[in-house]
């Protein structure tokens, strides 16, 4: 009888399910190791995916990895307007007066108004305070000697006023 989770194990005079030890390239011996019930040798055991990873791996021929993502995301976002809008009918198929429906109804949308005007607000935010450290990084490189800069920081240097204009057109958005 063979023990199903390694190739090379044997049962040893205890009836123990082992692989027995063997002899290294450089001349060592390895111990002999006693496989315990539920063993699952290193080589099978599957590595753990994060969602990203999850989603960078879908993909669609032809079209790039960033495009996708942005496509999971209004998939993901219609998806969860179908679900609001089959609640919505949900509940307006239960109440028994109009005006409960329009009340209902207009509960709904507000909220998705707010959770929608609350997400671009934060990628705005995200977006300032990316624009004032680029600012903040090409202050301190204003202030060192011209002729010690490399060409990315002298490229740097030259976009101060583009981004000035692109923060203060994030502003008045705000």
Partial sequence: MKHTSHPNAVQNEKGEWVIPSSKRPDGTWRKEIVLKEGYVPQDEVRTFQTRASKLSIKSVPGMPPAQLNSKVVVEESKK?????????????SNSTSKSADVEASSVDL???????SETSAETKNKKVKALRKKLKEISELSL??????SEEQLVKLNRKSDIENELNALMLEI
Wanted: glycine share 0%; proline share 0%; charged share 40%.
């Fill in 80 to 92: 969860k307007e179908e679900k609001l809008s089959k609640a919505e009918i949900s509940i307006t």
């Fill in 144 to 149: 060192k000697n011209i002729n010690e800069l």
């Fill in 110 to 116: 507000s909220a998705l108004k707010i959770s929608d």
